[in-house]
């Protein structure tokens, strides 16, 4: 997607009309386009952790992880999955979290900085607070294959001091506005101790505001390990979230964070993940 530091509210709006073609164009360049782009699927960073462990290798910090927020789950043998929603937090966001909590669901929270961290800092502390994963999405939504050097570090670097400002913790996640992303991109987040998350499954909620259209898409793409990439800003996707909760539950699946989905290994800084 393009900026998207304001909330939309017309879907006949200009942004949405961009956001449109040009999420289409970056998911084609940087999921499965014309450079190689190298990425890590969760129950392999497990299966590489359990295999250090019975080598003796391993630290305490992976069975901490493994435990999270959830206490005993074990999605080497548990049926997991991650939501994660981009963009915010917002106006939608304390709704979100009210379902959430409801549902005794955990999130991973890619957070923007311009508009969003620093407009809502009281539903930031929230998502900490409730459990949840904290995370970056850049502090304007620049897309970093554009940006120099010095800009993608300080659109990194900015989320990240307001997020550990407001919470205690600094993230060890991030997502690159459209999934766009380089070895410069790697170089840099691995310098400032960031993991990049992309995705398995979209609903392109930015598309449309038919909750039960996102439900459905979210559905038919879903499989064990998945990362779900959803965005609260939107009008249609906080409506959907009880549904696509209710409906994976029947299915089996346990909800997780990222990181949670990879313990009891550890996303590492620089490399990229989905």
Aim: charged share 25%; with cysteine.
């Amino acid at each position: 997607m393009p900026s998207l530091t304001r909330k939309m509210t017309k879907p006949g709006t200009r942004l949405r009309v961009l956001a449109t073609f040009a999420a289409a164009a970056s998911l084609t360049l940087a999921l499965s386009g014309c450079t190689k782009l190298e990425t890590q699927s969760p129950s392999s960073v497990r299966n590489a952790a359990d295999a250090q462990a019975a080598d003796g290798k391993a630290d305490a910090s992976g069975a901490q992880a493994r435990a999270g927020g959830l206490g005993t789950v074990d999605c080497a043998h548990a049926k997991c999955i991650a939501l994660t929603f981009d963009a915010g937090p917002s106006e939608n966001s304390a709704r979100l979290l009210d379902i959430l909590k409801e549902k005794q669901v955990p999130a991973t929270f890619f957070l923007l900085g311009k508009r969003h961290i620093d407009t809502y800092p009281e539903l930031v502390r929230r998502m900490a607070a409730e459990g949840h994963e904290v995370a970056s999405h850049t502090w304007t939504h620049k897309i970093l294959t554009d940006a120099e050097p010095d800009e993608i570090r300080d659109e990194l670097e900015r989320p990240n001091k307001e997020i550990e400002r407001l919470t205690g913790k600094r993230p060890t996640l991030m997502r690159p506005p459209q999934g766009r992303t380089d070895d410069t991109v790697h170089d840099i987040s691995r310098e400032l101790g960031l993991a990049e998350v992309l995705w398995t499954v979209t609903a392109k909620d930015y598309k449309t505001n038919d909750s039960d259209l996102i439900t459905e898409r979210v559905l038919d793409q879903s499989s064990r390990d998945g990362i779900v990439l959803l965005h609260d800003i939107y009008d249609g996707t906080v409506p959907a979230v009880p549904g696509i909760i209710d409906a994976l539950k029947k299915r089996g699946y346990v909800f997780v964070t990222v990181p949670q989905l990879m313990a009891p290994g550890k996303a590492e800084p620089g490399k990229v993940y989905r």
